[in-house]
């Protein structure tokens, strides 16, 4: 992890039955679905409401995700969120997973974060709080 990083929330999740696939382990596309809570529940903690009705919000425009050792059920996941230098609109976000009760790290993310003015689908300058965090 980049020393530029800073953590900014740590959550768990159970897996669930239904977030593996046929090969027994947890479904690639639910690990989206894990750093995607840990990032809504980090912007929530932040006290910026998300929901369609907000005036702006967090949108992503691309992520990403290196599978390192599959997960699979039960477990419950540890999900680290991190944060790095902000731009205008924009900020990376980095994840880490890992399983409670193991120190390995089971997958890494990343995904950029842009601000987003609801009413015209443009960009927007970062909240002045978002941004005093770095």
Known sequence: ???????????????????????????????????????????????????????TGAVIINASCTFLIPVNYPATVIVKVYGGEPGRSSLMTWYELFVEGDDRLFAEGAAKVVWMDNSTNKSAPLPDRLRALF
């Open 1 to 55: 992890m980049d020393d530029a990083r800073k953590l900014l929330h740590t959550t768990r999740m159970p897996v669930r039955w239904g977030d593996m696939d046929f090969y027994g382990h947890v479904n690639n596309t639910v690990y989206f679905r894990f750093f995607e809570q840990a990032r809504v529940e980090w912007i929530e903690q932040m006290d910026f409401p998300v929901g369609p009705t907000e005036a």
